[in-house]
């Protein structure tokens, strides 16, 4: 069964830095790219992070450029968002989310959540 | 503030269809694609490449883009398809992905 489940979320304080991790399974993982999308409560999504299979190319939403690194260790099928300097409006649920289609940049499989709450 | 606009809420009637669009510059350059959230539950993709159907999507759930607009249509709604429905797609710069606010579907 392909999967991905995600780890690491927890309460922090305003900021604080917290680490989430990503694991596939099912799938051969270097051969996808990936990305990080949050949900904050009652919100609609939005994208913050991008990387390519071989972890070469990476970009950010703006929101959270400087603040948040993205990368990926392909021989433990992870993947990792480094968040420093944590502020309230980052408190969402976070996804990790694969794209799916060589032709394509849809999002097609995406792990449950993992739950950030910045607050002090 | 969304880059791509869609209708905050739509209702249609169960086995009837209903359409949800998707409008923004970026959609006449770069691909949209679908997303249905139920709540509790992580998005599934629905609809890819403006009109493209995963396997395991039901064929009523169908996808068309005609310039800026892009649209999601629900042919013989379920009551299993009431969820709140995304669009994406990318940016002005291209590099990165924007989600539309959202559509809340209901169906009666």
């Known amino acids: 069964e392909v999967q991905l489940v995600e780890s690491g979320g927890g309460l922090v304080q305003p900021g604080g830095s917290l680490r989430l991790s990503c694991v596939g399974s099912g799938f051969t993982f270097d051969n996808y790219e990936m990305n990080w999308v949050r949900q904050a409560p009652g919100k609609g999504l939005e994208w913050i992070s991008f990387?390519?299979?071989?972890?070469?190319?990476?970009s950010y939403a703006d929101s959270v450029k400087g603040r948040f690194t993205l990368s990926r260790d392909n021989a433990k099928n992870s993947l990792y968002l480094q968040m420093s300097s944590l502020r309230a409006e980052d408190t969402a649920l976070y996804y990790c989310a694969r794209v799916g289609y060589s032709d394509s940049d849809a999002f097609d499989v995406w792990g449950q959540g993992v739950m950030v709450a910045v607050s002090s | 503030s969304s880059d791509l606009t869609q209708e905050p809420a739509v209702s249609v009637a169960l086995g009837q269809t209903v359409r949800i669009t998707c409008q923004g510059d970026?959609?006449?350059?770069?691909?949209a694609s679908w997303y249905q959230q139920k709540p509790g539950q992580a998005p599934v993709l629905v609809i890819y490449n403006n009109n493209r159907r995963p396997s395991g999507i039901p064929d009523r759930f169908s996808g068309s883009k005609s310039g800026n607009t892009a649209s999601l249509i629900i042919t013989g709604a379920q009551a299993e398809d009431e969820a709140d429905y995304y669009c994406?797609?990318?940016?002005?710069?291209?590099?990165?992905?924007?989600f539309g606010g959202g559509t809340k579907v209901t169906v009666l």
């Open positions: 990387i390519s299979n071989g972890g070469v190319t990476i």
């Open positions: 970026t959609l006449r350059d770069y691909y």
């Open positions: 994406k797609s990318r940016d002005s710069s291209g590099y990165h992905v924007v």
